[in-house]
């Protein structure tokens, strides 16, 4: 697999010039248009989905199943997804009627943002690069792709193709490292969306302040998992287990340490060494040919070795690393207290700390003290337990009773929150990010009849004119916070009141129905 040749520095202004054109030509406003590129997009990756398998596990040491299960499967239903979709998503939308302003027509057009970059990790290098440009596509954008430069033989691959299927006056790759995304990040973007760690995504960040470029984050963090001890242990275990070695622990959504009250821990630990023989069961284990997969690099392994050696856990299952291979076992490691090694920050490997706590309550105190994490795991039949849970913290995503394929549900979004991330893609929710919503009215001329009020010169009169036509109607005051005991006692007095109004209300109408029989007798 050939390596992929880095952009020329100077070739980046004319490849962004060249886009700019192509967007401007105005060829990418067609529906069609972007319907075609769709297809070639999805065909890209169909046809050479043994060479992105190949590619990916030259990266990453990935089994094929991982990379046909996780990128090329998941991004063809994706883009199918968008494809299926982008004729309703691309139509203009009506504000809800306003009896002011519905003679002026007003309207929401989906407009494309322009020229926009999309900067893609090494930990799913395909599944976090062509959905999302296909989002760009159907939203009507040129678009410039950074791929990782942690992962060369798939980055020359997408590059390779996308010349190949792909039109070129609207979609380019650039491949390069700091000095390339540096050059592209000079550039004015109609949206900038990063997907990456936390301490780039500064520096990106401020890149794009400096060209007021509107700028997308998709980060990570430490996704807690909350065990509640009369769950289904076996399948906690199972999936827990899965989200933490699949990818190597690769995954910005991979469970990354676990919360368990102090009496459960061991029963845990129990029941995630039998899903491990399980999941290899050869006595080479987790290191088989073609079961697990490696570290991206070497960095990163010795990154995750490190925590592993100054941590004051203790060790229960693998423990394993051996930097020739790139090769990490899967980990588990129990007695883990806050400030550990293995607690500061996310570590992005096959090792699962374990985190005993004295109750629920504690668990959820030590993930609020702490950065919102990208999303948050809960193993757990009783809907209580998950409503805490779940009422209590923050996170990108919240998920009960599964790990890791949160990105993947169709229709609903996936971001972060705060340091986390921020913004919504997948399906809709990428289209929407690209898309700028743009508001419009045509307002007739007969319009002055009704508002000649807002013109020079202003008048008493004018003024009683815009109270009438245009100022709200509010709500009733509140006669105090929700909930406190004067507010109580006034709803309380409330309902006495109409209490004692109807009883008034039935009385008056005895005696009148009364007084008009003796009427009646007295005629007699």
Not at 397 to 411: F, H, K, Q, Y
């Amino acid at each position: 697999m050939s390596k992929p040749q880095y952009t020329p520095l100077d070739e980046i202004d004319k490849i962004y010039d060249e886009l700019r054109a192509g967007f401007q030509s105005g060829k990418t406003k067609s529906i069609e248009y972007r319907k075609y590129l769709l297809v070639q997009l999805m065909y890209m990756v169909k046809d050479n989905a043994e060479r992105f398998e190949n590619a990916l596990k030259e990266d990453l040491g990935r089994p094929p199943f991982e990379s046909h299960f996780f990128e090329i499967s998941a991004s063809l239903t994706e883009i199918k997804d968008t494809y299926s979709h982008i004729d309703k998503w691309v139509k203009s939308e009506k504000p809800p009627f306003s009896l002011n302003w519905s003679a002026m027509k007003p309207v929401i057009y989906k407009e494309p943002k322009g020229v926009v970059l999309i900067i893609s990790p090494f930990n799913y290098p395909v599944y976090l690069t062509i959905p999302v440009l296909a989002s760009a596509i159907a939203a009507g954008n040129a678009v410039v792709v950074k791929p990782s430069e942690s992962t060369p033989a798939t980055s020359a691959l997408m590059a390779e193709l996308a010349e190949e299927y792909l039109d070129t006056s609207v979609v380019r790759f650039v491949n390069g490292a700091v000095p390339e995304t540096t050059r592209l990040l000079e550039k004015p973007w109609g949206h900038i969306l990063y997907t990456g760690g936390g301490r780039v995504a500064k520096i990106i960040s401020a890149a794009a302040a400096k060209t007021l470029s509107p700028i997308s984050l998709e980060l990570g963090g430490k996704s807690p998992v909350f065990i509640d001890p009369n769950c289904d242990i076996k399948l906690a275990a199972r999936r827990i287990l899965w989200g933490k070695v699949a990818n190597a622990g690769q995954t910005c959504v991979a469970p990354d340490y676990v919360l368990v009250v102090e009496e459960f821990q061991d029963k845990l630990i129990q029941a995630l060494k039998e899903v491990y023989k399980e999941f290899y069961p050869t006595a080479e284990g987790s290191k088989a040919e073609g079961v697990f997969a490696r570290m991206c690099t070497v960095q990163g392994l010795k990154r995750v070795d490190e925590f592993l050696k100054n941590s004051k856990g203790e060790i229960v299952l693998g423990g394993e690393v051996d930097e020739t291979d790139k090769f990490i076992a899967p980990t588990v490691v129990k007695n883990i207290r806050p400030g550990d090694s293995l607690m500061n920050e996310e570590i992005f490997g096959p090792v699962l700390p374990i985190m005993p706590v004295k109750d629920l309550d504690e668990a959820i105190a030590y993930v609020n003290s702490h950065d919102h994490p990208l999303t948050l795991y809960v193993f757990s039949q009783d809907s209580k337990f998950k409503e805490k849970v779940f009422r209590n913290t923050q996170s990108g995503s919240a998920v009960a009773n599964d790990t890791l394929i949160i990105p993947a549900v169709e229709g609903i979004p996936f971001g972060g929150i705060g340091p986390s991330g921020s913004g919504y893609h997948t399906g809709k929710y990428g289209f929407d990010m690209f898309t700028h919503l743009r508001a419009s009215i045509d307002s007739p001329g007969w319009i002055d009849m009704v508002m000649k009020f807002r013109y020079p010169p202003y008048t008493a009169n004018k003024r009683k004119a815009v109270n009438r036509v245009l100022s709200a109607r509010l709500p009733a005051r509140p006669i105090a916070p929700p909930g406190t005991d004067i507010d109580v006692e006034q709803k309380g007095n409330a309902w006495i009141k109409w209490f004692l109004f109807l009883v008034a209300t039935v009385i008056s109408g005895g005696m009148l129905k009364r007084g008009t029989v003796l009427q009646k007798l007295r005629l007699k």
